[in-house]
């Protein structure tokens, strides 16, 4: 009869929707805020994300829309603003050591699907920079 009871019990706890929330860190007391699926949180330590050469991002098959990488060779961080078919990788970050910021580019077809106004791009089809102005794309 333990045995009967033991199986319902697991099969019953399959069934059931599971939800988490994952807290990482120094302060494991408290819980992860309500709206995040993972947290990190220390006094003294950062979050280190994957860094691939700029090659090797390219070669990351069918990456996910939202994918963030830290390019070693642009010095920057990346996300695919993309699809898995046709990634975009924009950088976030630059540094280089110049003092110079990294603005996204590419071709008129690669300009983003829902722009908004300010948006600053380097366009490769024109050879020029380009802003949004909420109605159209317009050359500087």
Same mark, same amino acid.
């Given at each position: 009869?333990?045995?009967?009871?033991?199986?319902?019990?697991?099969?019953?706890?399959?069934?059931?929707?599971?939800?988490?929330?994952?807290?990482?860190?120094?302060?494991?007391?408290?819980?992860?805020?309500?709206?995040?699926?993972?947290?990190?949180?220390?006094?003294?330590?950062?979050?280190?994300?994957?860094?691939?050469?700029?090659?090797?991002?390219?070669?990351? %098959?069918? =990456?996910?829309? *939202?994918? #963030?990488?830290? /390019? &070693?060779?642009?010095?920057?961080?990346?996300?695919?603003? !993309?699809?898995?078919?046709?990634?975009?990788?924009?950088?976030?970050?630059?540094?280089?050591?110049?003092?110079?910021?990294?603005?996204?580019?590419?071709?008129?077809?690669?300009?983003? %699907?829902? =722009?908004?106004? *300010?948006? #600053?791009?380097? /366009? &490769?089809?024109?050879?020029?920079?380009?802003?949004?102005? !909420?109605?159209?794309?317009?050359?500087?």
């Amino acid at each position: 009869m333990k045995k009967y009871i033991f199986f319902f019990f697991l099969l019953v706890s399959f069934n059931q929707v599971m939800k988490a929330q994952v807290k990482i860190g120094d302060d494991i007391t408290t819980k992860a805020d309500a709206s995040s699926v993972l947290e990190l949180q220390s006094t003294n330590k950062g979050l280190l994300i994957s860094r691939l050469t700029n090659a090797q991002v390219n070669n990351i %098959a069918n =990456p996910a829309t *939202g994918l #963030l990488v830290f /390019n &070693t060779d642009l010095d920057a961080l990346q996300v695919n603003t !993309g699809t898995p078919a046709a990634p975009v990788w924009v950088s976030l970050v630059a540094s280089g050591g110049t003092g110079a910021v990294a603005l996204p580019v590419g071709t008129d077809a690669q300009r983003p %699907a829902s =722009p908004v106004v *300010g948006m #600053l791009r380097y /366009n &490769t089809t024109s050879s020029l920079f380009e802003t949004y102005n !909420g109605s159209a794309w317009v050359t500087l």
